[in-house]
């Protein structure tokens, strides 16, 4: 696994230009495979329209301790992106107005961000009461001054949802990084100390599985099972629900498939499995993502592929709800991934 960025390391996909011009082209126009518009064009279901707006996603920086292999955020310790104090005061006078009801954050390690803590505090402030924070779990293990993390989470009931690949040492730290297991099985028993994942206890922490090739998740629940025996057997660990996210074929898991030439059958998979049900319920309906700098999206992929929102309040500096929730959604070839199967979401199955 490398040790950098895409970014860092010059790579030629860290351009979200040919991302697109890779999902545009190839088995797509070349009409082996029908683009993501035209299949949901099949079912009546294009344009892709927002419903209520119910969570506020924003991402802290791109900054983090890890350079996991299969990150569509192309994250690390040498992505330097940090969302800003002044951004994230415009964050908050979102939040008073909002008619979201969640406040995700993410990153990279959103943890990393200087300003986190006090940005969760004034957030509580002006009336966010759900609370969900994405972390790798390790951030906790990796300097003194995280080592509150789990006291400042159950503080403020923060939701904690944390990426695990697997029960076993070896396919985790295939995925995220020599030590990264054992590291996430001491912050896990560090969040079971404090009350999080404990039958019956409102600290929520629930745990996030990614496929460590070019696989689809099987099933959540079966998954979960699994998951919570292992865990608790080997270590003694509780969590609430495992979440099974499907990889969408952006970033470094678009250069990993295209490196090991999987990309072709990755994306044949994503396409057979295709299930317009997902397609009611997929994230970018009722969430609105916020980058580092401010620019709004309709979800984290997007984010990452540069797709703004097709509004003229594209920026949280002209953030207008109304005329936000007047706008065509908008969808690439990536978007297979959120809707093959079960579906798949920041929050797991959803069909």
Same mark, same amino acid.
């Given at each position: 696994?490398? @040790? =950098?960025?895409?970014? #860092?390391?010059?790579? $030629? /996909?860290?351009?979200? +230009? ?76 979102? @939040? =008073?107005?909002?008619? #979201?009801?969640?406040? $995700? /954050?993410?990153?990279? +390690? ?242």
């Amino acid at each position: 696994m490398s @040790i =950098k960025s895409l970014h #860092a390391r010059n790579n $030629d /996909l860290a351009n979200t +230009a040919r991302q697109l011009e890779i999902l545009s082209n190839g088995i797509f126009a070349e009409g082996k495979l029908s683009t993501f518009a035209k299949k949901i064009q099949e079912t009546n279901q294009l344009p892709l329209r927002p419903k209520k707006l119910e969570v506020l996603q924003i991402n802290l920086g791109y900054m983090c301790n890890q350079v996991c292999g299969h990150c569509h955020v192309d994250a690390g310790p040498d992505r330097k992106e940090i969302m800003t104090l002044e951004t994230m005061q415009q964050c908050l006078e979102v @939040i =008073k107005n909002t008619g #979201a009801h969640t406040l $995700d /954050l993410t990153g990279g +390690a959103p943890e990393m961000n200087p300003n986190f803590k006090w940005f969760v505090e004034e957030a509580a402030k002006v009336g966010i009461k759900d609370f969900i924070v994405r972390s790798n779990l390790t951030i906790i293990l990796a300097n003194k001054k995280y080592h509150d993390l789990p006291d400042f989470f159950r503080s403020h009931s923060i939701h904690v949802v944390s990426s695990m690949p697997h029960w076993t040492r070896g396919k985790t730290d295939k995925q995220r990084g020599d030590g990264v297991f054992d590291k996430s099985i001491k912050a896990l028993q560090m969040l079971n100390k404090v009350g999080y994942g404990i039958e019956g206890s409102d600290l929520k922490l629930d745990l996030v599985y990614n496929p460590s090739g070019a696989f689809l998740p099987g099933d959540q629940k079966a998954l979960e099972n699994d998951f919570k025996m292992a865990l608790k057997s080997e270590f003694h660990i509780d969590f609430h629900h495992l979440f099974a996210i499907t990889n969408l074929p952006i970033s470094r898991f678009l250069d990993y498939l295209i490196a090991s030439e999987n990309y072709e059958d990755y994306m044949y998979s994503l396409v057979e499995a295709y299930n317009p049900s997902a397609v009611e319920s997929v994230m970018c309906t009722n969430t609105l993502s916020v980058s580092w700098d401010g620019w709004l999206y309709d979800c984290d992929f997007n984010q990452m592929l540069n797709l703004k929102v097709a509004s003229k309040a594209n920026h949280i500096s002209a953030y207008n709800e109304a005329i936000l929730q007047d706008r065509n959604i908008i969808i690439n070839q990536h978007c297979y991934g959120c809707t093959a199967g079960a579906g798949s979401s920041c929050q797991g199955v959803i069909a």
